[in-house]
């Protein structure tokens, strides 16, 4: 699947639920991760393949760091991170679960060769659907709740650079017009 990038309109749009749990949602999830494999991330969210759907995917076993831990529990037990990932979270509900909040380096897909400071809760509260339609919980903190809000975001039409400062954005300007070019130049040649 093709990554949207900056200045397509899906990325500002607010996502819709997913009512309808079958084989096509499923495919629909494998070719997230294919994709998200291939751009080398570690999450990919449906609007980000140009699907306005509420649906985003997950892999922290391809986190950069794997020194650094990766604390979890899901539906209130610890489980080992390989039972977990891949992670694929239908119709998410997120909600911090702490008031520590930290600043780190975020990049996303959508924004190629852009990385940018952000402020973001420590730890978060997951529900979500899984692709049969159960509902789950997983509790996190770290780099994976920064990359849940991080997803989550991007199915209520926020992407990183909304979180930056005027200072930040004015840092990274020329980077997002030349993106912003070649997605109106793309969009140009799909009509």
């Known amino acids: 699947m093709r990554v949207t990038q900056y200045g397509e309109p899906v990325l500002k749009q607010k996502a819709e639920d997913i009512d309808i749990f079958n084989d096509e949602l499923e495919t629909l999830a494998n070719d997230m991760f294919e994709t998200m494999c291939e751009a080398n991330g570690i999450g990919l969210a449906a609007p980000q393949v140009g699907i306005s759907k509420r649906m985003f995917v997950i892999d922290m076993r391809r986190r950069v760091d794997t020194d650094s831990e990766c604390n979890f529990t899901l539906d ?4 080992p991170l390989e039972l977990a990932m891949p992670l694929v979270a239908v119709n998410p509900e997120v909600e911090n679960a702490g008031m ?3 600043t780190a380096e975020e990049g996303c897909l959508s924004f190629p060769g852009i990385y940018a400071e952000v402020e973001r809760f ?3 509260r997951l529900t979500y659907n899984d692709l049969r339609g159960l509902r789950h919980e997983i509790v996190c903190d770290g780099l994976f ?3 849940i809000q991080h997803e989550n975001d991007h199915l209520d ?3 990183f650079v909304d979180r930056l400062s ?3 954005l004015l ?3 020329s980077k997002l017009k030349k993106i912003k070019r070649s997605s109106r130049d793309f969009l140009k040649g799909q009509k």
């Not at 209130?76 to 489980?79: H, M, T």
């Open 157 to 159: 039409g926020v992407t």
């Open 76 to 79: 209130g037990r610890y489980v």
């Open 100 to 102: 520590y909040v930290e």
């Open 171 to 173: 840092k990274i300007s």
């Open 122 to 124: 420590y730890k978060v």
């Open 166 to 168: 005027s200072k930040q």
């Open 145 to 147: 709740a920064r990359c």
